[in-house]
């Protein structure tokens, strides 16, 4: 099935709409920072959720190199895209290593903000892909901000005392609903389509780890959910990585 991008984009306008109208403002949980495992070792606070953090500097490098030797099968107008996100994965790692050496509201803006770059710019590239390339590449730019906004915004709602979480959840999780929708109603552009489900479902995975970090970490002890929750989502990153290495263009019947 292909669906007009206009109306696409047109439900797309109308979720963010209704979202934004009919939830409530999201403060930051406190709690959050507290997590199962906060065991110091070789002198680093939280060990394992800070060393956690160490492939997503790996798949990132890759990444970069790659981009740099030409291994990886993307176009030329959308290769910016492509470093802003492997450019993000590494500053990811960065990021959350730091918030994690110190667990609090100002540190994990430094954990958020990579994040939702490296986000924001593969959700952009997914568009222009498998959607419409001129609304991809119309998108990129105004997603960026919307997510660099997103972090400022829940900065300045924390410092008057009104935390809201809205806007990031935003643009964290209405991406997440809608690529899958987007593999399914669009053609295929590339073949290797496995992989890119199998980085949906890491990135799922992740998220489950990182809900049952206290669960984990008693049934297994070494190593908490949330230290298992980096490790997934880098190993979802590399498996785009092998999508975009291996990838071949396919022929399209209109």
């Known amino acids: 099935m292909n669906i007009s991008p206009k109306f696409f984009a047109a439900v797309l306008v109308s979720l963010v709409t209704a979202v934004m109208i009919w939830v409530d403002p999201i403060p930051q949980d406190l709690n959050y920072h507290l997590f199962a495992d906060g065991e110091t070792k070789l002198g680093v606070s939280n060990f394992w959720n800070v060393m956690s953090n160490v492939p997503f ?21 959308f290769k910016l895209y492509y470093w802003v ?39 952009a590239v997914i568009v222009a892909e498998h959607v419409d390339e001129k609304m991809g590449k119309s998108l990129f730019w105004p997603l960026l901000l919307a997510g660099l906004m997103s972090i ?10 009104a935390g809201d979480l809205r ?71 590399w498996l785009y990585y092998c999508y975009l290495s291996k990838r071949t263009k396919l022929d399209l019947i209109n």
């Open 57 to 77: 500097l790996i798949v990132g490098f890759m990444g970069v190199t790659a981009l740099q030797k030409n291994k990886l099968n993307v176009s030329a107008s």
């Open 85 to 123: 996100f492997f450019v993000g994965i590494i500053l990811v790692g960065l990021g959350s290593a730091w918030y994690h050496l110190e667990p609090n509201n100002q540190t994990l803006v430094w954990d958020r903000l990579p994040m939702t770059i490296a986000f924001m710019a593969f959700f």
């Open 152 to 161: 400022v915004y829940w900065q300045y709602s924390e410092s008057i005392g």
């Open 167 to 237: 806007w990031y959840a935003l643009v964290q999780f209405l991406p997440l609903i809608l690529i899958p929708l987007i593999f399914m109603l669009y053609p295929r552009p590339y073949s290797q389509t496995k992989l890119l489900w199998l980085f949906l479902g890491m990135y799922v995975l992740a998220k489950l780890l990182e809900h049952f970090d206290g669960e984990i970490f008693r049934a297994i002890v070494l190593i908490s959910g949330h230290s298992l929750k980096h490790i997934a989502a880098a190993i979802g990153i």
